[in-house]
């Protein structure tokens, strides 16, 4: 491999570790809060998938960083934003196979979580899975 491949992937994954690190964090995170909150009802099942999506990459670092507490604050909120997706399907919902991939990617996301996860951190991990599993159900069924 050239000199200059290994530099652009390098540059690419330090570009994309620092992206990643923005698009989650806590201001990111609470703008879209606030958009998904006050969004039009059509459009508020894709920004919830968002919220969930991003919120699972926020819990992957928590975990990874050895901080189970807030990880398990942040599942909680992945859990309630799940709900408000089971609330928020409708078949004119916009987007829904934009949703229904951003909670496959949290549902795969978790489960490399689950597989590393301590004993202790494991139930809510397989809640919260559960949770995005049957809501990816749902959203498939709703395109359909």
Not at 27 to 44: F, H, I, V, W
Not at 49 to 63: H, I, N, P, R, Y
Not at 128 to 134: A, P, S
Request: proline share 2%; hydrophobic share 40%; with cysteine.
């Amino acid at each position: 491999m050239s000199t200059a491949v290994v530099i652009a992937i390098l540059l690419l994954t330090y570009t994309y570790a620092f992206a990643s690190d923005e698009d989650n964090g806590p201001t990111a995170l609470a703008a879209l809060q606030s958009k998904a909150n006050q969004a039009q009802p059509r459009e508020r099942c894709f920004l919830y998938a968002e919220l969930v999506s991003q919120m699972t990459d926020l819990a992957g670092k928590q975990f990874n960083s050895g901080d189970s507490g807030k990880a398990s604050q942040t599942l909680k909120l992945v859990q309630r934003y799940a709900e408000k997706i089971h609330i928020e399907v409708a078949d004119d919902s916009k987007k829904l196979r934009d949703a229904e991939l951003l909670i496959r990617r949290a549902s795969f996301r978790l489960t490399g979580i689950l597989s590393v996860a301590s004993y202790e951190d494991r139930p809510a991990l397989e809640v919260t899975l559960k949770q995005l599993n049957e809501i990816q159900s749902e959203l498939s069924d709703a395109r359909l």
